[in-house]
């Protein structure tokens, strides 16, 4: 039998402003990554947020990206090191009381975008996230961008882990995601964002542009919740993946 989990980033919204349809997602998913309040949310909007996850039995997990909240984490910053794996630390322990006061638990972390993009290319700076987490909770499952550094980091840490791969976000040869600033990087279109997933799902592999199979863990799905189709992406992907026979749940993480 072929399972695999669905995520979505929420928790993204910051004081009046509102960033995605993360009710309505929540309904779609089965694990939830919420932002920590460095590249977006606030203390407000996370509590809301593991408030409805907890409601509807959805995995938490917390969201840490780059203190960077006007530029949505999204710019690369030059953090390494200790310093790096405090900040990781800070944005998990966050995640943690939040989710504790709502009557939940964090099971797995999922680094935020640029952040996430330069632990993909750089094994030693992802090493220093996880340490960071790990420091905190032995034990947490760190969700891995499939086939990249970030996945050679966690299995030289021996911790648990969950391969991803993106709905809407087209790869380049090397597992990575092509730069959001070229034509084709992200995909608006459901029925093409439903048929690429039940493809790779199947051969378990990444599909790059080039039409280059990548073997891969594909333990999770990310279905963005922000984006005039992205509700109806994760809808689609979801009722594609059920009517192919796989089955949906919650990741267990692998060692």
Known sequence: MTTVDLNADMGESYGPWTMGQ???????????????????????????TMDTAVANGTGIGAHPGFPDLQGFGRRR???????????????LGAAQAMADAAGGKVRHLKLHGALANMCAEDATLARAAYEGALRVDPEIIVMVLAATCQQEAAEALGCRWAGEIFADRAYNDDATLVDRSLPGAVIHDPDLAASRMVEMV???????????????????????????TALLIARAVRAALQAAGVTLEMFSGRR
Do not use: F
């Open 22 to 48: 993360d009710r309505d997602l929540l309904g779609v998913i089965t694990s939830a990554n919420i932002a920590c309040g460095m590249h977006a949310g606030d203390w407000d909007v996370m509590a809301a």
């Open 77 to 91: 910053m030059q953090i390494g090191g200790a310093s790096l794996g405090n900040l990781v630390a800070y944005q």
């Open 202 to 228: 199947r051969a378990g592999a990444i599909i790059t542009e080039s039409g280059k199979h990548i073997p891969a863990a594909v333990d999770t799905i990310c279905l963005h919740g922000d984006g005039k």
